[in-house]
């Protein structure tokens, strides 16, 4: 096998949850290039089909279905529909995430809360409903938390819970890989990007000050490209990276170095 050959997932299925917009989208196409069959999912059913048009374009095979990650019920048909419709899975890619931004003194607890229960909860259900078909099947597979800079550091928009929420997946990333890698066969690692030109940085670079003050920390003095990170994820994804788990993969342009 070539070092090239390392990142193909052919005969491979990969789940992709918040795949109807920004990063999902490239994810999948990424993954699609790259040989795996799709199971995606999304609350924006519309938007979701559109994604598993552009990966039928590329010639693999894909299921889109309508998902929550806030509800369990909705992870475990996500990887029940994946089994069903294209075989055992052996990649999810946590992705799905809402970005919140508001002063901590006068944000609503409830909303904060709702930030983690799909950010965070969400993750843990999908990586719990993936690992159950995984064990049940008889083999391993590979999980990639999708976290965020701002899971190790700060940024000048005032937005807690989100940054809690990625420092969250960080620690479990790290668990799942103690509980899984060993017993199961199953490598947990998190895909750790910088700021990257998205919906879910709107608020961030509408910001002027935010901004220019994230900007100021970032080496290379520019955001990234959602394609930059494609390379990160297959090596999380498939065999290049079989060695790693419970790592935190960090793609930001330089800004944790400063």
Not at 57 to 68: E, H, I, K, Q, S
Not at 211 to 238: H, T, W
Request: charged fraction near 20%.
């Amino acid at each position: 096998m070539s070092v090239l050959d390392r990142f193909r997932l052919d005969g491979k299925v990969a789940i992709i949850t918040g795949a109807s917009s920004g990063l999902g989208v490239t994810f999948a196409l990424a993954l699609a290039e790259a040989g795996a069959d799709l199971a995606l999912g999304a609350r924006r059913v519309e938007l979701l089909r559109d994604t598993q048009g552009k990966v039928a374009a590329l010639g693999r095979r894909c299921v889109a279905v309508p998902t929550d990650v806030a509800d369990p019920d909705d992870c475990e048909r996500l990887v029940a529909a994946a089994r069903d419709e294209l075989g055992d899975a052996h990649v999810l890619v946590n992705n799905a995430g809402v970005a919140r931004v508001a002063p901590a003194h006068k944000d609503d607890p409830a909303e904060f809360a709702r930030v983690l229960q799909v950010n965070l909860t969400g993750a843990y259900q999908m990586a719990q409903a993936f690992g159950r078909a995984c064990i049940a099947a008889g083999h391993g597979g590979s999980i990639v938390n999708v976290s965020s800079v701002l899971g190790l550091v700060s940024a000048d928009a005032p937005q807690a819970a989100y940054s809690a929420s990625k420092a969250g997946l960080l620690g479990m990333t790290r668990d799942l890989a103690l509980q899984w890698t060993l017993r199961r066969g199953i490598r947990v690692n998190a895909l750790v990007p910088g700021l990257i030109v998205t919906g879910m940085t709107a608020a961030i670079r509408a910001n002027e000050q935010a901004s220019a003050s994230a900007l100021a920390s970032i080496p290379m003095r520019r955001l990234g490209d959602a394609d930059e990170l494609v390379g990160a994820l297959l090596l999380l994804a498939s065999d290049a990276g079989s060695y790693m788990t419970g790592s935190a993969l960090i793609v930001d342009g330089g800004w944790t170095a400063q």
